[in-house]
C-alpha cells in the first residue's frame, strides 16, 4: 500500500480525531495530497487538499472544523477534524499526486472513522 493512513475510529458527535498519512518505502509526493470520504451508498468526495506550497482547500461542510497539514520532508499528511458529527461518518482515503516523471496518483486503504449522535 503506497499510503498508509491511521488515526480513525470511533467518537461521539462534538469529539475530536486525528487522522495520519504517510508514504510508504520511495514514494516522493511532490504536488497535492488530500483526504477524501465514502460514506454507505454515496460516492468518494473531497474533504480537505493542500499543495506542496501549502495552499489548502476544504468542503464547505468541513470548513472551521477540520485542518489538513502535510509535512512536505516526511511525505505525511495530517487531517485535524473536531466539532464531528454523524455526518462525517465516513471512510477517509488519503490521497497523492507525484507530479514529476512518471506522474501518477496515490491512495491509502482507507481509515473508518465513525460518529455517534
Known amino acids: 500500500v503506497p499510503l498508509v493512513e491511521s488515526g480513525g475510529g470511533f467518537v461521539q458527535a462534538g469529539g475530536s480525531l486525528r487522522l495520519s498519512c504517510a508514504a510508504s518505502?520511495?514514494?516522493?509526493?511532490?504536488?497535492?495530497m488530500g483526504w477524501y470520504r465514502q460514506a454507505p451508498g454515496k460516492q468518494r468526495e473531497s474533504v480537505a487538499t493542500?499543495?506542496?506550497?501549502?495552499?489548502?482547500n476544504y468542503r464547505d461542510s468541513v470548513k472551521g472544523r477540520f485542518t489538513i497539514s502535510r509535512d512536505t520532508a516526511k511525505n505525511t499528511v495530517y487531517l485535524q477534524m473536531s466539532g464531528l458529527n454523524p455526518e462525517d461518518t465516513a471512510v477517509y482515503y488519503c490521497?497523492?499526486?507525484?507530479?514529476?516523471?512518471?506522474?501518477?496518483?496515490?491512495w491509502g486503504q482507507g481509515t473508518q472513522v465513525t460518529v455517534s449522535s
Open positions: 493542500i499543495t506542496s506550497g501549502g495552499t489548502t
Open positions: 490521497f497523492g499526486n507525484k507530479k514529476s516523471w512518471p506522474p501518477r496518483d496515490y
Open positions: 518505502g520511495t514514494i516522493v509526493i511532490d504536488n497535492v
